[in-house]
């Protein structure tokens, strides 16, 4: 069993920025391909960035390309999304999930939401 902890919501205006961060104690996230989910309100969960082993098999959405950067944290064991220019529709709740990298590609994670293990979200409010 795997517990995903997500951290790093909050208040922020257009344009700015929030790290969120999706920690674990229980194993390595090393072995799980991870997705970063946004549930807008009152609409379903999108994946809007999933990564795999490494940096290289990234992906993102296309409303948040070029803005969000999802990376990994081996000595912390975390998996970070940098959310960079910020919009009023990125609101809404954060999640992110795991898979074991032997069965989940990135994108079985990011298109058919994957994950096996999903952590309890984070809010993220972009008003002005």
């Known amino acids: 069993q795997l517990h995903l902890v997500e951290s790093g919501g909050g208040l922020v205006q257009p344009g700015g920025s929030l790290r969120l961060s999706c920690t674990a104690s229980e194993d390595s996230l090393r072995r799980y391909t991870i997705g970063w989910f946004h549930e807008a309100p009152g609409k379903g969960r999108e994946g809007v960035s999933c990564?795999?082993?490494?940096?290289?098999?990234?992906r993102y959405s296309d409303s948040v390309k070029g803005r969000f950067t999802i990376s990994r944290d081996s000595v912390n064991n975390t998996v970070y999304l940098q959310m960079n220019s910020l919009k009023t529709e990125d609101t809404g709740i954060y999640y992110c999930?795991?898979?074991?990298?032997?069965?989940?590609?990135?994108?079985?994670?990011?298109?058919?939401?994957?994950?096996?293990?999903w952590g309890q979200g984070t809010q993220v409010t972009v008003s002005s």
């Open positions: 999930a795991a898979g074991e990298l032997v069965y989940v590609s990135v994108e079985d994670m990011c298109i058919r939401s994957a994950g096996r293990y």
């Open positions: 990564i795999g082993n490494s940096g290289i098999s990234a």
